[in-house]
């Protein structure tokens, strides 16, 4: 099973948010009604690419009901739902949590900060232009200020 990371985040856009494992459920669902394997590992490579590519963000930091890293839909997604996602939550137990919008925000923004350092320290190229990129999507996403890491980005 391939979904691409528009799709994955429209499986978590269903829910608001997901654990990796409930995403991971979700997924061996999606195949199952579709009649493809979903072979786990591949699952765990997407969703890391996902979140590698800004298409989900990880939120550790939350008052919801989980201790769990809560996955959402990032700055860069244009969810889009799989054949037969919309069943998801009627086949599914997952709780409705209540992120506030602010321990997402700082999950993008502390996550951004650490790439772009990485990048710059690193004198990775092809990653300081996917992050520039990735930071005028974090300021149409929401209303985040993206100069001053831009500019540390634009030096490289």
């Not at 990796?20 to 009649?35: I, V």
């Not at 800004?54 to 889009?80: C, R, S």
């Amino acid at each position: 099973m391939d979904l691409p990371p528009d799709e994955l985040a429209g499986v978590v856009d269903l829910f608001g948010s997901l654990t990796r494992a409930e995403l991971a459920d979700a997924c061996g669902e999606l195949a199952f009604k579709q009649g493809v394997d979903a072979d786990p590992d591949a699952v765990a490579a997407a969703v890391d690419g996902a979140i590698d590519s800004y298409h989900l963000v990880a939120v550790n930091d939350h008052a919801a009901d989980t201790d769990e890293t809560l996955l959402v839909v990032g700055p860069v997604a244009f969810p889009a739902l799989p054949d037969g996602a919309a069943d998801l939550p009627h086949i599914m137990d997952v709780p409705s949590r209540d992120l506030s919008r602010e321990a997402v925000i700082e999950a993008v923004k502390s996550r951004f900060r650490e790439d772009a350092v990485m990048a710059v320290k690193n004198g990775d190229e092809d990653r300081v232009k996917t992050l520039l990129d990735v930071s005028y999507d974090i300021e149409a996403w929401e209303n985040v200020e993206m100069d001053a890491l831009r500019d540390r980005l634009d030096d490289v």
